[in-house]
């Protein structure tokens, strides 16, 4: 403290030193041109105070480009960088702790390791796509470690800023390190590119997040655009519910005529009458989306799915795909997490002349949609918060910063996709997750998507659900995702009814909306617009 | 003989007058001249206010950076030299005053000054455990050093709960950062090397002390004006000797005593153009084989040994200080316009024929090539150059506008940061604030250097004066602008501010020149006044009569 307050006294004279001077050669200038005093000395002096002034600009021009800067010479630190190497192995940063706080758990702390106190990352691979460490941890630009390294390093307290190696300031996230090694361990039994995605629904913070990919690539879940399949129909049935019709029964034959084209079912199931739209759901009935949505179009106007995408998050485009990412998508005090992390948009092409085909297609999340597993959760996040969406975030002190949130759909058309999803679990094609959470007194709700791609041996496979506690109250969202990866119904639900097992099984467990520790329940759903 | 003569102290030229010595009271000067022997009241609160800093920035080092770095090995003796250089910079100041200075006080003071302000950060580099060490030893220091400044943190600020959760049974020992560094770096250099490093800091007051007395010595100025061949021809065979025969890479015996030099010549061409100023202020009478002779002999044939060491920086230094000479001793604008073209000619020359020069160049102004764009061996090549620069750049970005404080940052990790990137270093600790605020001081010293010149109605004391003005002033703005990448790096050595020793004796002992200059003109101005006609003025025609 003390050395603190000498060191800026220090700092002080040293300007004062430099004020003095000013004023003493502002002085002599005038002095000199007053008494017309010898040209070639005032020329000469005049020169002195150009370059002086020379320099103060020169020296803030490098320290404006600092960032450029730095970027340069990190492309160039592989030859050898001194600075970089004492400040990676002297420095103590702050920890980045769990959802919990607790040291123990901490998911990036110090640690002796070989006789030598090192930065050390107990989740090991589970947490190196989003915390950091991990192989090749060096070159990982996408995780916390990486983006939040400023703030690890400043000093923790007013006492640390005169320290020579000043103990940075730990961060607290809101990702909760059992239940992401959980997930690692379901995806990396998988053998399979994936992620899985965990966040609450109250208060939409990150509460467990794993995904496949070298240091390299950018986070899985977050950055990578993937085809939603059968997910999509989630939104198509929540447009068929906002915009006030009716439940009735439709057919769901297996195939249907779209054009000059045909839409199957999936191995052309079929059955005589079902639901609309939660039937529809419950079985994903393709030829009774593709109706639904040409029903929709022929009585609402495209102009209505248009607005209803926009407002559930989704981007929807002409010609060129949009290349804007949303700005606030994150719930973030770190503009370059925001810069580096915000995902690209769930773009949905709307071409000027549509043919029924496309239309059927974008229907069953097919053909011109992209979509990200985060923003497929966050979409998912709205559902289970009665129609509120909540931007994600993943920092704790963030949570109090999150506002009211942002009405999608009304609260009713939510609780109907939440019946609907039960329902995909109960008795649709999610029946697989069934046992595995069964006696726990959680429930699960979903819908599950089976999306062909071109070229590739299997069609990309997906679980989008709500976790709901022994109340009855939708408590995360739970959003699998693997590449290649068969059936929805098969790994990803079985992974998604893993995931439910494993959290109601911590009931100890401080998350951000359980209300211990963290924010009351239903502040989200008493704040939202509605 | 000139009136004034009769009242020089010590050897006047020709017979010995006759007459009397007039010793003047303190109560008998003019108000304004006694202001001339007092010590003015701002330059002493700055220099109370310079000490107090230099005293506890090493103070905050000693006990913040330290024990967390570890030392070097000769720390404590360096930091008893910097106390011991403090000393006898007072001592100075109080020899001058003992001998009736009387010149310009910011001419010895402001050295001083920015010697304080900037000696702390050259403390914290040269006790750093890694800065002098090379090679693998550095490389050792350096682990040692990262390894006891993160269990020196930790053990100072983690509570024990978390101590427990890191160390999780005993914590390791605290390693010492240069135990087996030390050994290898003592080898390294010469003991007369690592001598003339540590006294040259304390050696430098007293060098100032000489230069004073020898200048303010007219019998002694006027020899070398009458007799400057016998000084220039061994120095310049010297030289000659020392760079064809004695130097490896620039330097001699891991020495580069080139600066030493420079004040001579300075002293030498000042003295040439104060014989010859009015003949080489006309165009037509410089075309004239003894005076083109003694252009080249003594304004040229200097810089001649630089060029074959090949130290660019030195040339600019020795030829940009003759040049700015010529121009005030001659007061011929022509002039300037003519060095303008030579200089240029010979930067454009440099940078397309001299690969180290071609290379300073881009390193200044492109030095974060695309790395994509280049082939490996390229690569490899570029990172070795660009090495230096781009741990200069992040000196400076970490140091942001306030600095990180004394000695913290980690301007140590670049190589050269006390000479070449001293400004850099300043920059670290001190932010853009403190680094502006040292070049408005050098500024300031500079300014008063060519103030004093100006004062000076004799030729030879003008040009002399301009000659340690430049002497001074275009290095310090080579290296600092050089830091910066406003302009390639030249790689020479700043007085009082950066290391080198020599630099530092030889500026201190040039600004002595100064000084000595000074003092005589105040004495002569006294002098003249004093002994001047009484004119009717008001106080005459004013008289009372009853």
Not at chain 1, 287 to 298: F, P, S
Not at chain 1, 456 to 461: I, L, N, S, V
Request: charged fraction near 20%.
């Amino acid at each position: 403290m003390l050395e603190t307050v000498l060191n800026w006294i220090l700092r002080g004279v040293v300007i004062a030193f430099g004020a003095g001077a000013l004023i003493a050669l502002a002085r002599w200038v005038r002095a000199a041109i007053r008494e017309r005093r010898e040209r070639w000395a005032i020329r000469l002096a005049l020169g002195m105070l150009v370059l002086a002034a020379l320099y103060a600009w020169g020296h803030a021009r490098l320290l404006w480009n600092a960032e450029e800067i730095t970027e340069g010479r990190m492309a160039w630190r592989r030859w050898g960088d001194p600075r970089e190497a004492e400040r990676a192995r002297g420095d103590v940063r702050g920890w980045i702790l769990d959802c919990t706080g607790e040291d123990e758990r901490a998911l990036a702390r110090y640690g002796l390791r070989d006789g030598e106190v090192q930065r050390v990352y107990p989740l090991g691979e589970a947490g190196a796509n989003l915390v950091g460490g991990g192989r090749g941890a060096e070159d990982r630009d996408y995780t916390v470690e990486r983006l939040f390294a400023s703030r690890l390093r400043e000093p923790r307290t007013f006492g640390e800023q005169s320290e020579l190696h000043a103990v940075g300031t730990d961060l607290r996230l809101t990702l909760c390190a059992a239940p992401t090694r959980a997930a690692y361990q379901l995806l990396d039994a998988t053998n399979l590119k994936g992620a899985i995605i965990v966040q609450d629904v109250q208060t939409g913070s990150l509460i467990a997040y794993a995904a496949s990919g070298g240091p390299e690539d950018p986070p899985f879940g977050i950055k990578r655009y993937a085809p939603p399949g059968s997910v999509f129909k989630l939104a198509v049935a929540a447009l068929w519910w906002e915009s006030g019709l009716p439940d009735t029964r439709m057919p769901c034959p297996p195939s249907i005529q779209t054009g000059n084209a045909r839409i199957r079912n999936f191995e052309s199931h079929e059955y005589a009458s079902i639901s609309i739209p939660t039937g529809m759901l419950r079985v994903s009935c393709n030829t009774a989306a593709v109706r639904m949505a040409l029903e929709m179009r022929e009585r609402l106007g495209v102009d209505a799915f248009r607005d209803a995408y926009q407002r559930f998050g989704f981007v929807t485009y002409g010609e060129g795909p949009p290349s804007a990412a949303e700005p606030d998508f994150w719930n973030t005090g770190n503009p370059a997490w925001a810069r580096r992390m915000t995902p690209p948009p769930v773009r949905v092409r709307f071409a000027p002349r549509f043919t029924a085909h496309e239309w059927g297609q974008i229907a069953i999340g097919q053909g011109p949609v992209d979509v990200t597993p985060l923003a497929i959760s966050r979409f998912l996040q709205a559902i289970g918060n009665g129609g509120v969406m909540l931007p994600p975030t993943l920092e704790w002190d963030q949570l109090e910063e999150r506002g009211a949130g942002r009405r999608i759909m009304k609260e009713t058309t939510a609780r109907n996709l939440q019946e609907a999803m039960l329902t995909v679990v109960d008795s649709g094609t999610a029946q697989l997750a069934k046992a595995r959470f069964a006696n726990t007194g959680w429930d699960l709700g979903g819908k599950t998507g089976t999306a062909d791609v071109a070229n590739a041996p299997r069609p990309d496979a997906w679980f989008a659900g709500l976790m709901y506690g022994p109340d009855g109250r939708a408590r995360y969202t739970i959003v699998v995702y693997l590449q290649r990866g068969g059936q929805g119904g098969r790994a990803p639900a079985t992974i998604a009814g893993e995931m439910t097992k494993f959290m109601a099984q911590q009931p100890q467990m401080v998350t951000p909306g359980s209300g211990e520790g963290g924010v009351p329940r239903g502040t989200a759903m008493a704040g939202g617009a509605r | 003989m000139a009136l004034r003569d009769l009242f020089r102290r010590g050897r006047p030229a020709g017979p010995q007058p006759e007459g009397v010595t007039v010793r003047l009271k303190p109560h008998n000067l003019p108000s304004e001249r006694r202001a001339g022997r007092v010590f003015p009241g701002f330059l002493w609160w700055g220099l109370l206010l310079a000490s107090a800093f230099y005293v506890a920035a090493h103070f905050s080092i000693v006990t913040g950076v330290w024990p967390q770095h570890g030392t070097s090995p000769g720390a404590g003796g360096t930091f008893i030299r910097d106390g011991v250089a403090l000393a006898a910079w007072f001592a100075v100041l109080v020899a001058l005053r003992g001998l009736g200075y009387r010149g310009s006080w910011a001419l010895v003071v402001l050295p001083i000054l920015i010697f304080s302000i900037t000696r702390p950060t050259q403390f914290q580099l040269f006790t750093d455990p890694a800065y002098q060490a090379t090679g693998s030893a550095r490389a050792r220091a350096n682990d040692l050093k990262a390894t006891r400044a993160r269990l020196t943190s930790i053990e100072r600020a983690y509570s024990e709960e978390r101590r427990a959760v890191v160390y999780q049974g005993t914590p390791p020992e605290i390693p010492d950062p240069f135990a087996r560094a030390e050994e290898r770096e003592l080898r390294s250099r010469g003991f007369f090397a690592r001598s003339a490093a540590h006294f040259s800091v304390f050696v430098a007051p007293f060098a100032l002390l000489v230069g004073f007395l020898l200048s303010r010595e007219p019998g002694v100025m006027r020899w070398v004006r009458n007799r400057r061949l016998i000084p220039f021809v061994p120095t310049l065979g010297i030289f000659f000797v020392l760079t064809i025969g004695f130097t490896e890479l620039g330097k001699v015996g891991r020495m580069t005593p080139w600066e030493l030099f420079l004040p001579i010549f300075i002293v030498i061409w000042a003295a040439t153009l104060a014989e010859d100023a009015y003949n080489l202020a006309r165009p037509g009478a410089v075309i004239e084989g003894r005076r083109l002779l003694n252009l080249f002999l003594y304004g040229a044939a200097p810089v001649i040994p630089f060029l074959i060491i090949r130290e660019l920086g030195l040339s600019i230094v020795l030829a940009g200080s003759m040049a700015a000479m010529l121009l005030v001793g001659t007061r011929r604008g022509w002039w300037a316009g003519l060095m303008l073209v030579v200089w240029a000619a010979l930067v454009f020359a440099a940078f397309n024929v001299d690969e180290r020069s071609a290379t300073r160049l881009e390193l200044a102004y492109d030095p974060y090539k695309d790395v994509s764009q280049m082939t490996e061996p390229q690569q490899e090549a570029w990172a070795a150059k660009l090495h230096q620069m781009k741990l200069f750049d992040a000196n400076v970005i970490e140091g942001g506008l306030l600095g990180e404080g004394p000695g913290r940052g980690h301007a140590e990790t670049a190589p050269n940061a006390a000479d070449d990137g001293f400004i850099t270093a300043i920059a670290t600790h001190w932010g853009w604030a403190g680094a502006v605020s040292l070049v408005l001081l050098y500024t300031l010293f500079i300014v008063q250097l060519l103030s004093a010149a100006a004062r000076e109605s004799g030729a030879f004391e003008r040009t002399l004066v301009t000659g340690v003005a430049m002497l001074i002033g275009i290095p310090f703005w080579l290296a600092t602008l050089g830091g910066i990448r406003l302009i390639p790096l030249t790689g020479v050595a700043t007085a009082f501010a950066a290391h080198g020793g020599a630099k530092l004796l030889a500026s201190a002992f040039a600004v002595g020149l100064a000084a000595g200059v000074s003092h005589r003109r105040a004495r002569e101005d006294i002098m003249d006044e004093a002994l001047a006609p009484p004119v009717a003025g008001p106080h005459a025609t004013g008289i009372r009569i009853r």
